[in-house]
């Protein structure tokens, strides 16, 4: 579902440039990020965890410093919590009442389609912002307690799609081949509610990261002049 929306936008783009003759540019794109867990008591006692994600990107200009971009990332977030053993619930686990250092991490796939509007900033439009949401599928969780992967089948306890807001801002570096390369800091801040089942308190599960983007765009209609030329 979310390739063939993707693959939409992209026919979309597609024939708005056809009409409007104006520059655009595939990319691929990768980075790390650090993703975060809000919403009730305990999630908001783990920490942010680092991983990464990569995909694709397309760009559309519809004026010198005004373009819209559609992305398609694999992302992985992990947030991890730790915890003194004396805490720790299996009463037959040899580290129990040891004080050993419990440490609860958590792995959430994710592909995400990224709608942005993005703005160019400065002398050859070196700088620029975004703005814009996404829709992510769920693919899979998984819990790793202590190194031990968790065997349950958690993926039914999430709900198969996450939206929210992107905002980001960074910069880019024109080649002589009129490809460019450039670098983001993005937010993506999740609205939706993650769980199917109840959380403690009656609160909710959302999830959040800041993510470091490097993205390589090739120049579709090199024969055209542009902004970014």
Same mark, same amino acid.
């Given at each position: 579902?979310?390739?063939?929306?993707? !693959?939409?936008?992209?026919? /979309? %783009?597609?024939?708005?440039? &056809?009409?409007?003759?104006?520059?655009?540019?595939?990319?691929?794109?990768?980075?790390?990020?650090? &993703?975060?867990?809000?919403?009730?008591?305990?999630?908001?006692?783990?920490?942010?965890?680092?991983?990464?994600?990569?995909?694709? &990107?397309?760009? +559309?200009? !519809?004026?010198?410093?005004?373009?819209?971009?559609?992305?398609?990332?694999?992302?992985?977030?992990?947030?991890?919590? &730790?915890?003194?053993?004396?805490?720790?619930?299996?009463?037959?686990?040899? $580290?129990?009442?040891?004080?050993?250092?419990?440490?609860?991490?958590?792995?959430?796939?994710?592909?995400?389609?990224?709608? +942005?509007?993005?703005?160019?900033?400065?002398?050859?439009?070196?700088?620029?912002?975004?703005?814009?949401?996404?829709?992510?599928?769920?693919?899979?969780?998984?819990?790793? *307690?202590?190194?031990?992967?968790?065997?349950?089948?958690?993926?039914?306890?999430?709900?198969? =799609?996450?939206?929210?807001?992107?905002?980001? %801002?960074? $910069?880019? %570096?024109? !080649?002589?081949?009129?490809?460019?390369?450039?670098?983001?800091?993005? *937010?993506?801040?999740?609205? $939706?509610?993650?769980?199917?089942?109840?959380?403690?308190?009656?609160?909710?599960?959302?999830?959040?990261? /800041?993510?470091?983007?490097?993205?390589?765009? =090739?120049? !579709?209609?090199?024969?055209?002049?542009?902004?970014?030329?």
């Amino acid at each position: 579902m979310l390739l063939k929306t993707f !693959l939409k936008t992209i026919l /979309l %783009f597609s024939s708005l440039f &056809s009409f409007s003759q104006n520059d655009s540019f595939l990319g691929i794109q990768a980075g790390p990020n650090l &993703s975060f867990i809000r919403g009730n008591i305990e999630a908001n006692s783990n920490n942010g965890g680092v991983a990464f994600s990569f995909g694709s &990107s397309y760009e +559309l200009f !519809l004026k010198d410093n005004f373009s819209l971009i559609a992305n398609i990332n694999y992302s992985k977030n992990n947030v991890r919590r &730790s915890f003194s053993s004396i805490g720790w619930l299996d009463l037959t686990d040899p $580290t129990f009442g040891n004080g050993k250092k419990v440490v609860i991490k958590n792995n959430f796939k994710y592909l995400d389609l990224i709608l +942005l509007s993005r703005i160019y900033l400065g002398n050859g439009n070196k700088f620029f912002i975004n703005t814009g949401g996404f829709l992510s599928k769920f693919i899979n969780h998984t819990e790793i *307690a202590d190194g031990h992967t968790n065997r349950t089948d958690t993926n039914r306890y999430f709900r198969d =799609f996450n939206t929210g807001i992107t905002l980001g %801002f960074g $910069t880019n %570096f024109q !080649l002589k081949n009129l490809n460019k390369i450039s670098l983001e800091l993005r *937010a993506n801040h999740g609205f $939706t509610n993650i769980s199917k089942i109840q959380m403690i308190d009656d609160g909710k599960l959302k999830i959040s990261s /800041l993510n470091l983007i490097i993205n390589y765009s =090739f120049k !579709l209609n090199k024969n055209t002049e542009g902004s970014t030329k």
